[in-house]
């Protein structure tokens, strides 16, 4: 099996010296580390483990399974044993997904370059692989798993047991006539390329190749003019069929002879069907392609919950890499909780519960080192301040010290906005969102005065008298238009503060100066100025109502919700919130329940225009498969533009009796085939999958609804379907489609296997739609008739429940969606 990837494989000393193996210790937690013989196989692509070297391997990972490779100073825990292992020894393997990294230490520096160097240069190559190199890369994975003896060759016995790691169920008899067809060489095994003949064997695609002589007149080929008939009249591409039936050809046709002479084989065809112009996903769709000057309350914002937070809400482990993790993935709102911590360093984590801590300065460092890897739009700290006020002081100083250029610390012209600033205004700015001692107009004009200030200052010396006086007056408000004095106030404490106004706590307002200083209800800390001042653009403040927001608060300042709060108030007041959300941030967040660090569906909450929905990103499941599929588009920057509608302060749009103006739309899904469905539980050998098709729309309420196919008995690698299923959407602005895949349990729930999710408005258009798909599930011939506006033929590459590709896992479909609803005169 060498031999698929021989001749591309970037070889070099490095990789050629993780061939023979190299013995490092695998390192788990402070107590957990223990030696391991690694060796990276002669495939180039696969790597093994062993307790010792010539022991018993088992696979450990593959090349495409990682992201990164890190040296040893950016680990929490190797840094933890700096003492005991040299950091230059150590090196972090960082899977995609949410697979745990991989710590390990070598037992020299040189060692670990060798591997940290060599991985990353595999880890290049595989990036750059095209669609030919990945699928023999996935082969070769194959290969290995089949090849129980590694002896570099597939007997019988293998491929049998290979056939059902692959989730195909075969006659044995056919099976061996396939297996000795392909074995040209007579040696009774199969090697390198004869592997890949058999492969072929196997995946032939019946339904592709009745499509492909639809429209071939001779059907081994597609001429130019075929080609053009086949984009123009099935996949709609209009006028530009020409041009790109050329590009198609010049891009997906595998022989020299082809592209010269403008045609395209089934090979060809096949290719350009399972790549990204085939994807169901619109290309044009997945480089920014929004308005990003618009304020930034016309935009939903990915937002991080308790950020820190890699486990539970109640045990688990506080660490960067929660920060590391969400700022690649695209969130641009995370959340920081900030406690009083020893040495007067301000510490991280989830308060009065078990979770582990971390430096504050660390949580910036890392903010600082990662915010913009991913995108360049803005990356908001939503702080959660529990400090004193010396270690706010210390806070501030750690947020413009470490932060420098990228924190934004006034306006941006340094004039009063009237409106907030857009996406594009403030690429690669860290904005501070927090509870703030004074509005922003205040802070301008304090601005203008302050050598007139410290001048004064620097005069007053007797301090005591200046302090009862400051306590004797009544504390500031929260916002200085709030008419609301029955609420908590925060307080600035002055600039020439002893160390007992530095505990005190405030309360109710009182104009007795002692029931400052020893209160007997709840309270708050006071506001350290210097943090206060951080805060420019997004001023925490608390929720009233609707009307009190809309008459006491400004644009600049945004209110939190919890899930329960938020929905109780989309049923009472939904248009009122829409309207609320078109001028002013809100942030959602998780309610305190979930100390399992499960998620809410963000979609209601999206319904009503709430920018900032915070989720708990290191739980995988259905919620975070909606908040994905929403920022996969738009270059995946964190930010997508609010629909019209959501962003008109007027708007009489309620989410929940969602009526006209909007464009009301029927989808035909026809569920065609799949392809290579991966096994949930690779070690039943030999359980094979029985899998359905379930697709989901999420949306406004009388817009969210499901259908799925029938199953499929024991074929998870080429199923056919081919079952039509038919939904009616009021508003498909709002509207999310998701594609699952299960396997069929008739005793309990479906396991999942590989799921898609994107947004309704960013499907690939094109295609008519096939006559059957007027009828409801049924097996269907594949002759286009009637026509129809959008999409067309369509493969959809399913992901992992972490959402990692699963590659080369799709299933094919043929989509139309016609305006207006199903029977209407439109």
């Known amino acids: 099996m060498v031999s698929l990837m021989q001749g591309r494989l970037p070889i070099n000393q490095d990789v050629l010296l993780m061939q023979k193996g190299m013995l490092v210790r695998k390192v788990r937690s402070k107590s957990w580390k223990k030696l391991r013989y690694f060796r990276l196989q002669d495939d180039g692509m696969t790597v093994w483990h062993a307790r010792q070297a010539g022991g018993k391997a088992k696979p450990s990972f593959s090349i495409s399974d990682v992201e990164t490779v890190r040296e040893g100073h950016e680990s929490e825990l190797?840094?933890?044993?700096?003492?005991?292992?040299?950091?230059?020894?150590?090196?972090?393997?960082?899977?995609?997904?949410r697979r745990s990294n991989l710590d390990l230490v070598a037992n020299s520096v040189e060692e670990a370059q060798i591997w940290m160097q060599g991985l990353q240069h595999l880890v290049d190559f595989v990036t750059s692989m095209d669609q030919k190199e990945r699928l023999d890369q996935w082969l070769s994975d194959w290969f290995q798993r089949g090849d129980k003896n590694q002896d570099g060759r597939m007997s019988f016995p293998e491929v049998q047991r290979l056939l059902h790691l692959m989730n195909v169920e075969m006659d044995q008899e056919y099976a061996l006539q396939l297996f000795q067809a392909a074995d040209t060489s007579q040696s009774g095994t199969l090697e390198g390329e004869e592997f890949v003949e058999f492969?072929?064997?196997?995946?032939?695609?019946?339904?592709?190749?009745?499509?492909?002589?639809?429209?071939?007149?001779?059907?081994?080929?597609?001429?130019?003019?075929?080609?053009?008939?086949?984009?123009?009249?099935?996949?709609?591409?209009?006028?530009?069929?020409?041009?790109?039936?050329?590009?198609?050809?010049?891009?997906?046709?595998?022989?020299?002879?082809?592209?010269?002479?403008?045609?395209?084989?089934?090979?060809?065809?096949?290719?350009?069907l399972c790549s990204k112009d085939g994807d169901v996903f619109n290309p044009a769709c997945l480089p920014i392609y929004q308005d990003m000057t618009q304020p930034l309350n016309h935009y939903y914002i990915?937002?991080?919950?308790?950020?820190?937070?890699?486990?539970?809400?109640?045990?688990?482990?506080?660490?960067?890499?929660?920060?590391?993790?969400?700022?690649?993935?695209?969130?641009?709102?995370?959340?920081?909780?900030?406690?009083?911590?020893?040495?007067?360093?301000?510490?991280?984590?989830?308060?009065?519960?078990?979770?582990s801590r971390i430096p504050f300065k660390d949580v910036v460092a890392t903010v600082a080192q990662y915010a913009f890897q991913t995108s360049d739009y803005p990356v908001i700290l939503s702080l959660e301040n529990h400090c004193t006020w010396e270690q706010q002081q210390v806070m501030a100083?750690?947020?413009?010290?470490?932060?420098?250029?990228?924190?934004?610390?006034?306006?941006?012209?340094?004039?009063?906005?009237?409106?907030?600033?857009?996406?594009?205004?403030?690429?690669?700015?860290?904005?501070?969102?927090?509870?703030?001692?004074?509005?922003?107009?205040?802070?301008?004009?304090?601005?203008?005065?302050?050598?007139?200030?410290?001048?004064?200052?620097?005069?007053?010396?007797?301090?005591?008298?200046?302090?009862?006086?400051?306590?004797?007056?009544?504390p500031q408000e929260l916002s200085p238009r709030s008419k609301d004095k029955k609420k908590d106030k925060v307080v600035m404490c002055p600039p020439f503060c002893t160390p007992i106004c530095c505990q005190i706590m405030v309360q109710a307002p009182s104009s007795k100066p002692e029931s400052l200083l020893f209160p007997?209800?709840?309270?708050?800390?006071?506001?350290?100025?210097?943090?206060?001042?951080?805060?420019?653009?997004?001023?925490?403040?608390?929720?009233?109502?609707?009307?009190?927001?809309?008459?006491?608060?400004?644009?600049?300042?945004?209110?939190?919700?919890?899930?329960?709060?938020?929905?109780?108030?989309?049923?009472?007041?939904?248009?009122?919130?829409?309207?609320?959300?078109?001028?002013?941030?809100?942030?959602?967040?998780?309610?305190?329940?979930?100390?399992?660090?499960?998620?809410?569906?963000?979609?209601?909450?999206?319904?009503?225009?709430?920018?900032?929905?915070?989720?708990?990103?290191?739980?995988?499941?259905?919620?975070?498969?909606?908040?994905?599929?929403?920022?996969?588009?738009?270059?995946?920057?964190?930010?997508?533009?609010?629909?019209?509608?959501?962003?008109?302060?007027?708007?009489?749009?309620?989410?929940?009796?969602?009526?006209?103006?909007?464009?009301?739309?029927?989808?035909l899904i026809q569920v065609i085939s799949g392809q290579q469905l991966p096994k949930e539980d690779m070690t039943k050998e030999r359980s094979i999958v029985d899998p359905l098709v379930r697709v989901e729309i999420f949306g406004v309420r009388p817009d969210t609804t499901r259908q799925e196919t029938s199953y499929v008995e024991n074929n998870g690698f080429n199923p056919y379907w081919g079952q039509t299923l038919c939904f009616r959407v009021l508003v498909p602005e709002l509207a999310l489609l998701r594609f699952v895949v299960n396997d069929y349990n008739w005793k309990t729930r479906h396991d999942f296997i590989g799921q898609y999710t994107l947004p309704w408005t960013c499907m690939q258009q094109g295609g008519p739609v096939p006559q059957t798909l007027a009828s409801s599930p049924a097996p269907a011939p594949f002759l286009m008739l009637s026509s129809c506006p959008f999409l067309g033929y369509r493969h959809i590459h399913l992901l992992s429940k972490d959402g990692t590709s699963l590659h080369p896992a799709t299933i094919f479909v043929h989509i139309c969606i016609r305006e207006g609803l199903e029977g209407d005169e439109s």
């Open 520 to 667: 007997k209800q709840k309270s708050k800390p006071i506001m350290c100025p210097s943090l206060s001042a951080l805060v420019v653009y997004l001023k925490a403040v608390s929720f009233h109502s609707f009307t009190h927001s809309r008459e006491h608060y400004r644009f600049y300042e945004t209110s939190s919700f919890s899930e329960t709060k938020a929905k109780s108030l989309i049923k009472e007041a939904g248009n009122a919130f829409v309207q609320h959300n078109a001028w002013q941030l809100s942030r959602v967040y998780p309610s305190g329940l979930r100390t399992d660090s499960s998620n809410y569906n963000p979609q209601e909450l999206w319904n009503a225009g709430c920018q900032m929905v915070a989720m708990n990103v290191q739980t995988a499941g259905l919620e975070m498969d909606i908040c994905d599929g929403l920022f996969r588009q738009n270059g995946g920057c964190g930010y997508v533009l609010k629909p019209d509608f959501l962003r008109d302060i007027q708007s009489s749009f309620h989410p929940e009796r969602p009526i006209s103006p909007f464009k009301a739309q029927t989808l």
């Open 199 to 272: 492969y072929k064997a196997l995946t032939k695609r019946p339904e592709v190749q009745e499509v492909f002589e639809n429209f071939s007149a001779d059907g081994q080929k597609l001429t130019l003019l075929e080609f053009v008939d086949f984009l123009r009249e099935e996949q709609k591409e209009g006028e530009r069929a020409s041009d790109l039936a050329l590009e198609l050809i010049n891009r997906y046709e595998p022989s020299d002879s082809g592209k010269v002479r403008h045609v395209l084989s089934l090979d060809g065809f096949l290719s350009y």
């Open 397 to 474: 100083l750690h947020l413009t010290e470490i932060l420098g250029e990228q924190l934004l610390s006034t306006t941006l012209d340094g004039l009063l906005p009237t409106q907030l600033p857009s996406p594009e205004e403030l690429r690669r700015k860290i904005l501070v969102k927090g509870k703030k001692i004074q509005t922003l107009e205040e802070d301008l004009e304090e601005e203008e005065e302050e050598e007139v200030l410290e001048s004064q200052l620097e005069g007053e010396q007797e301090a005591k008298p200046e302090l009862e006086a400051q306590f004797e007056s009544e």
């Open 302 to 355: 990915n937002s991080s919950h308790n950020t820190y937070l890699v486990g539970d809400q109640l045990c688990g482990q506080s660490s960067v890499e929660g920060y590391i993790r969400a700022l690649k993935r695209g969130c641009r709102c995370v959340e920081v909780d900030i406690w009083d911590g020893p040495s007067g360093e301000p510490i991280v984590y989830h308060g009065h519960t078990l979770t």
């Open 78 to 97: 190797l840094r933890s044993l700096a003492e005991e292992f040299p950091l230059e020894q150590g090196f972090t393997i960082v899977f995609h997904g």
